[in-house]
């Protein structure tokens, strides 16, 4: 698992000289164990000699209910919403204490965003976060402010009290509206998206250049809607 985990969207292919410094392993011992892991698919050798996550990980992620099953379901009306606003569309679950996109739609020429499929948001500085945020329970809320906020830009909530009631403000109306707390220029609105006993399983956002936000409210939660009703939902949050 060490191993795995040395792998991240900033040093996706590494040697085994560097897997051993970022796993702590002894050359031996990460020579063994990376033999064993790619003759298994989960690491795959390239010719130069690095190693890449394997697609057999890909294939076992795929089983994830959140996973392949949420963005069936929710591609269709992601593209219908893309297409309405020629924005960035991303779809993202709560993973921990952070939002993991599990599925985006860029826009040429638009806002350049940090986000990407696989990659992680913060719950207190991101529209989709502040939804997955809002409808968890009171135990994440605590994890999540325990070590500070980071701030990212000027207008990065870090005050605890702020965020719980901009949280509170997300469940009464239904929607986050993020503006330029994530990075310069980006704005973006999110809205829930639940299963049948009506949890929240995900958030659905557009991210855009735009201070208008809330003229692409409607749209983005008429689509969360679509998403639910996919998932069979019968309940809005």
Not at 19 to 25: E, S
Not at 59 to 76: D, I
Request: hydrophobic share 45%; proline share 5%.
């Amino acid at each position: 698992m060490a191993i795995l985990d040395a792998f991240t969207q900033g040093h996706p292919e590494l040697t085994l000289a560097q897997i051993c410094r970022l796993a702590g392993l002894r050359h031996a011992t990460a020579h063994r164990l990376v033999g064993e892991l790619t003759a298994w698919g989960a690491l795959e050798r390239l010719p130069r000699g690095s190693y890449v996550i394997g697609l057999r990980l890909w294939e076992l992620g795929t089983l994830n209910p959140r996973g392949l099953p949420l963005r069936v379901r929710a591609m269709p009306i992601m593209e219908d919403l893309h297409a309405a606003t020629q924005q960035h569309v991303q779809l993202a679950v709560l993973d921990g204490t952070d939002a993991l996109v599990v599925e985006r739609i860029s826009a040429a020429g638009a806002v350049p965003v940090v986000s990407q499929v696989g990659g992680r948001l913060p719950l207190h500085a991101s529209a989709v976060g502040q939804v997955l945020l809002a409808h968890a329970d009171e135990g994440l809320f605590l994890e999540v402010v325990r070590n500070g906020l980071t701030r990212f830009t000027p207008r990065t909530i870090t005050d605890p009290a702020t965020l719980r009631l901009t949280l509170a403000e997300c469940r009464r109306i239904g929607v986050a509206v993020v503006r330029e707390e994530m990075s310069p220029d980006a704005h973006s609105v999110a809205a829930p998206v639940t299963d049948t006993k009506g949890r929240v399983v995900a958030a659905l956002s557009v991210v855009c250049a735009e201070a208008r936000t809330h003229l692409l409210v409607p749209a983005v939660v008429l689509a969360g809607r679509g998403i639910s009703r996919g998932l069979g939902s019968g309940s809005m949050p």
